[in-house]
């Protein structure tokens, strides 16, 4: 096999569909927050808070990920995570990074408000678009683990306070009590009304139900991992009739646990079958991996080419929420 050609995947533009705000939040950042806030770190350098990262189970991840939820609370904090994130990806050859932000985690459970949120996040992407031209919107995600009532609140506050970087609602978060036992329609039907699109996180560790239930209930666009999909040719049928992408994260997918090891993960299958896949981080510091890491384990994994490599970049560019010049532009430079 061809050794991975990293400054080819570098050069070739790309967006990144599937990466969580507060899961971007570095070692250095999380010192840097915990210094301003006066609050005790889980470690006192880099090397411990990376340590501090690694974790053994679904549960322990989400208990460091609401650590770092409870470390952003001023705008200015929301906009030094999303100002260095686009920095990095930049480095990358990323030109647009679609923020999933967890808006029930900071509304619901950490009683913030969505306004000071949202001009924190635009304000740090629009110093780094100032620097690098990239392109960026945000999707707030509601979180299945909460009351439907409390989601739709949170909701209603996105939605009373409208801005354009805000181009869909997303659901993702602990899917326990499982999510098909509440009901959410509401919440996805009230941002459609305003002209959202929905995304949803369906399929990680569940099967293709998922996602059949986020097409139809919720009526996603797009499914963030899917990688459950294979389990049902109906629903392969689905994705792919109704051009619905896969925002697929394979280091995600090993460090939680959804696969049980590289030669086990559907990537493969998925792209063979032909379902449209993009690739993300999903949390890069909490899972040790960076976008390029992601298009590396497609190119071992899959088998891929150049030109392989390339498709991938396309999907991703076509399927995001970015302004069509924008996108038509981004693609022409793929050649």
């Not at 030669?263 to 993009?278: E, F, Q």
Request: charged share 25%.
């Amino acid at each position: 096999m061809k050794p991975f050609p990293v400054e080819y995947a570098r050069a070739l533009p790309k967006a990144e569909l599937h990466v969580h705000l507060e899961g971007t939040v570095a070692a250095l950042t999380l010192l840097d927050l915990a210094e301003r806030h006066g609050v005790e770190p889980p470690a006192l350098d880099l090397e411990g808070v990376d340590e501090w990262y690694q974790f053994d189970d679904f549960d322990q991840f989400i208990e460091r990920y609401f650590r770092i939820i409870g470390l952003l609370r001023e705008p200015d904090d929301f906009a030094m995570v999303a100002e260095r994130y686009l920095l990095e990806a930049h480095d990358q050859g990323v030109v647009h990074v679609e923020f999933h932000v967890s808006a029930t985690g900071h509304l619901v459970e950490s009683g913030h408000r969505w306004g000071p949120i949202q001009e924190g996040i635009v304000d740090g992407c629009e110093r780094a678009a100032a620097t690098t031209g990239m392109s960026y919107c945000l999707i707030p995600d509601i979180s299945p683990h909460l009351e439907a009532d409390d989601t739709f609140s949170a909701v209603q506050e996105v939605l009373a306070d409208p801005h354009p970087a805000v181009r869909a609602l997303g659901m993702g978060g602990p899917a326990r009590p499982h999510w098909w036992e509440k009901d959410f329609q509401p919440a996805f039907d009230a941002a459609r009304e305003q002209g959202l699109a929905v995304v949803a996180h369906a399929a990680e560790h569940g099967d293709a139900d998922e996602i059949r239930f986020a097409v139809e209930r919720f009526g996603a666009q797009r499914i963030q991992h899917g990688i459950g999909a294979m389990t049902d040719p109906e629903v392969v049928r689905m994705l792919i009739d109704n051009g619905i992408v896969c925002d697929v994260c394979p280091g995600s997918n090993l460090a939680l646990g959804a696969v049980p090891d590289a030669a086990s993960h559907p990537l493969p299958a998925m792209i063979d079958a032909g379902i449209t896949v993009s690739l993300g981080s999903d949390d890069p510091p909490l899972f040790q991996t960076t976008l390029l890491d992601e298009y590396e384990r497609a190119w071992d994994w899959c088998g891929l080419d150049e030109d392989g490599l390339v498709r991938l970049a396309k999907a991703s560019l076509e399927a995001s929420l970015a302004p069509a010049d924008d996108i038509a532009h981004w693609v022409s430079e793929l050649g």
